[in-house]
């Protein structure tokens, strides 16, 4: 997998992508991240990658040329090119996924107020968003995206099963965790844990699913795959579940970068 970030700030990748999992698939050449300065591809001294809106308004805008120009210099096959934007879809695993079966991404990363929307129209192909909130610029989500993409790829993560279990993957959050010692500070491991009984092991780990997933992400349980017994268990705990078609979608201003 090869990523293409283009970016008006290359050194923000210089130590993050250096560390853990995304470290070792660089090393290993399972993966490949080429950061292209837009800078570099501006038309004055100066280096001005940014404009005043046409019209008025508050905050700069990121100019068309040299990110086009950028892209064209760096980007020699049809592939997805990535914007991160407010204005995305959200980016849920569902897309992690997609997006990893893929040869190659690009990535544009959005600063000041927004970038020309001839760059949304004519270059990106994929706007995406990583959550309802404001963040400085598309860095972060950027790197975010590569990190998430990256583990899914085959032998990037030692454990397949591990990935496979993950919350959000299997449609659920994730159980509760422990590991050595069982106990500390007066707080025990659960005994079930330590059994040695996989069957009760699993029924106690799918139920705390369950109600985490109920107590933190209850709009997780309106798409995820329910067993009957899971439904009884969710009806216990106080869960109906909504009925079809009023199931809440998100908006699609999605404020991030």
Known sequence: MRFHVLTLFPEAFAQPLQFSIVARAVQRGQINIDVADIRDYTHDAHGTADDYQFGGGHGMVMKPEPVFEAAEATLSAQIPVILTTPQGELLTQKLVEELASSPAIAIICGHYAGVDERIAEGL???????????????????????DAVTRLLPGVVGSPESVAGDSITTGLLQHPLYTRPAEFRGMTVPEVLLSGHHAE???????????????????????????????????GLGYAPPDAGQVEGRGADHAQD
Request: hydrophobic share 35%; no cysteine; glycine share 6%.
């Open 201 to 235: 092991i699993d029924r106690w780990r799918r139920r705390k699913s369950l109600e985490r997933t109920l107590e933190h992400r209850p709009d997780l349980l309106s798409t995820a795959s329910l067993t009957n017994d899971d439904r009884r268990y969710l009806a």
């Open 124 to 146: 990106a192909t994929r706007p995406v968003s990583i959550g309802d909130y404001v963040l400085t610029g598309g860095e972060l989500p950027a790197m975010i995206i590569i």
